[in-house]
């Protein structure tokens, strides 16, 4: 076991003023998640989206995330608790925002986006799929940092198992790291390589497939070291929510991958 190091989940104090990691989580993520997509649309530039077309998408990704989670969360997970205080909802301070949500609210979004803007609505979500995982990486840090979503009990020799302040005395699997490392580091490096490779590049749908598949199916295997929400627990004794909401994405994605790669081969044969 290794010694949870207490980081203070308070960044920067300016007198009254704390800002948190969680907070600088979400802007850098945005901010790095735009970087790269711009980077991206450059790759082709007689292509929409192009530069102009990520920057006017910014805004609506950003409420797409914040309006997404946030109901998201209250549907999925603590519903009877906003049933019974509705007022509760606009109360974003007090934490509770939900990935599935967030992904919700971003492709209503996008669908919106790329009609009104005659953009292709495949090519629009494979740049804006690739830089997400930035931002998974970054809120899951922020996760550790602030001592919340921790894992199971691990073994007794699990070497970098750690007791967290509030799971009580029991040491713990730091599922958030593996997180960031499952749903963070290594799926941007699989979408790295696959908007890099022209072929895949121009199959639309394809960088977009393998995020929600990759990212379900990361999310569906963490849930077996992270424990399962306090208030929920397992649904029906077998699965936590996050695995019921994650297995949906791996049907889409896989469907909308099917989806690219046969109609780049019927294009190609055309």
């Keep these: 076991m290794i010694p949870y190091p207490n980081i203070d989940p308070v960044a920067i104090a300016l007198g009254p003023l704390q800002i948190r990691w969680y907070a600088l989580a979400y802007l850098c993520g945005f901010l790095l998640a735009w970087a790269y997509a711009i980077y991206l649309a450059k790759l082709d530039p007689d292509k929409k989206p192009g530069k102009e077309d990520i920057d006017d998408f910014l805004p609506w990704a950003i409420l797409g995330v914040i309006l997404g989670g946030r109901i998201g969360y209250t549907i999925f997970y603590q519903p009877a608790l906003y049933l019974s205080d509705p007022l509760e909802i606009l109360k974003v301070w007090n934490g509770g925002m939900s990935f599935h949500g967030g992904a919700m609210g971003v492709i209503a979004a996008l669908f919106l986006y790329s009609w009104k803007k005659n953009i292709p609505l495949l090519r629009l979500s494979d740049i804006v799929c690739a830089g997400v995982p930035i931002g998974l990486l970054l809120g899951?840090?922020?996760?550790?940092?602030?001592?919340?979503?921790?894992?199971?009990?691990?073994?007794?020799?699990?070497?970098?198992?750690?007791?967290?302040?509030?799971?009580?005395?029991?040491?713990?699997?730091?599922?958030?790291?593996?997180?960031?490392?499952?749903?963070?580091?290594?799926?941007?490096?699989?979408?790295?390589?696959?908007?890099?490779?022209?072929?895949?590049?121009?199959?639309?749908?394809?960088?977009?497939?393998?995020?929600?598949?990759?990212?379900?199916?990361?999310?569906?295997?963490?849930?077996?070291?992270?424990?399962?929400?306090?208030?929920?627990?397992?649904?029906?004794?077998?699965?936590?929510?996050?695995?019921?909401?994650?297995?949906?994405?791996?049907?889409?994605?896989?469907?909308?991958?099917?989806?690219?790669f046969k109609k780049n081969r019927s294009q190609a044969a055309a």
């Design 140 to 260: 899951r840090a922020a996760n550790f940092i602030n001592g919340e979503l921790f894992g199971r009990a691990a073994p007794e020799d699990l070497p970098w198992a750690m007791v967290f302040p509030r799971g009580g005395e029991i040491a713990r699997h730091p599922s958030q790291i593996y997180e960031a490392l499952l749903e963070g580091a290594v799926l941007f490096a699989i979408l790295f390589v696959l908007a890099r490779i022209g072929k895949t590049r121009n199959m639309p749908g394809m960088v977009t497939g393998v995020f929600l598949a990759g990212y379900g199916l990361a999310r569906f295997t963490v849930e077996y070291f992270r424990e399962p929400d306090f208030h929920l627990g397992l649904i029906g004794g077998i699965a936590s929510m996050g695995q019921i909401l994650s297995l949906p994405m791996i049907l889409l994605g896989t469907g909308v991958c099917i989806y690219a």
